[in-house]
């Protein structure tokens, strides 16, 4: 009975793996498809927007360093499929000692990770933080041109009500030397923002609410930019250090069966040896299908903040 529901535990677990590992081949699919498209978004983006060179080159930048992460994932799970074969030729160099065979080969294997450990993962990643500064950053510009606006807007409001309401205390009879000097006081306190609301009404033909609308929308691109970029970070630093910690494993299981494999003749020795290569082997294995869970999840979390930023970049002001 425990022996079918470990079978039924294992046709489980490769059902859900080989579904990942599909789901992983759909979302590059979609992420090339994304390609093709962002440039001529990112243009309407720059064009009809207006945005500063500083945030079209944050968007360009989170694009960019999206584009390397998939690179970095496909690379891997080209790293973790020669893994696995690795270790098909490890359980039978394995089985061959146990059952005293003799070894008429050196034992020969390499680390598919070498070349992807966290020193050459952390480069993406630093790239990666300083993009979240940078769009933080054109957030937080945003944010005070949004403020300035409101201000204006508020300001021009009282303005009216102001004036109206002297012009109406001028029609009573209240006096012109009051309205006068009403006026002066407003003016004197609000010049140089009502100078900034009408050159800026004289520069465009849009009219303020919709320049309140754009950079609303504006803010939420960021925005969700800035989230999208934050996971992707925490995402890369659980590939990494599963990268690191099989890297690790890798070289370790290779020079203890290196050892064997030159010292095949004494048998109490290698024999140990091998009962605790087999169990670090085992649990390697287990390390390598986690690594590849989280690598088609980091690429699920990929085409999603890209989704996303797209998105709202498409939206119409």
Known sequence: MAAVHAQKAQDIEEEYNSTLRSQSKEM??????????????????????????????????????????????????????????????????????????????????????????????????????????????????????????????KLSRALVVMAGGAAAAAAFGTGAHLLFFGLLLIGTATTGALKTWLAAR????????????????????LDTAAKGT?????????????VARLSDAIERENAIAKWCAERADERSSVLEMVNELRRSCSSSKRLTDELEEHVCLFLATIHRARNLVIQEISKKA
């Open 28 to 153: 590059e699919a979609l992420l090339e498809t994304q390609e093709i498209i962002i440039s001529p978004v990112l243009h309407n983006m720059m064009v009809h927007r207006r945005t500063s060179s500083e945030i079209e080159l944050a968007m360009a930048n989170y694009f960019d360093a999206t584009t390397e992460a998939l690179e970095m994932c496909r690379q891997l799970l080209q790293n973790i499929k020669d893994a696995q074969s690795n270790y098909q030729s490890m359980d039978s160099f394995l089985a061959s000692i146990s059952a005293s065979h003799a070894l008429d080969f050196a034992f020969t294997s390499n680390n598919p990770f070498c070349t992807t450990t966290r020193s050459n993962l952390r480069p993406i990643h630093d790239k990666y933080s300083c993009i979240l500064q940078s769009i933080r950053s054109s957030h937080r510009r945003v944010e005070r041109k949004l403020k300035m606006v409101k201000a204006v807007k």
């Open 202 to 221: 004289a520069s465009t033909k849009k009219p303020s609410s919709k320049t309140m609308s754009s950079l609303l929308q504006l803010q939420e691109q």
């Open 230 to 242: 934050y996971v992707v970070c925490q995402d890369l630093d659980t590939v990494s250090s599963l």
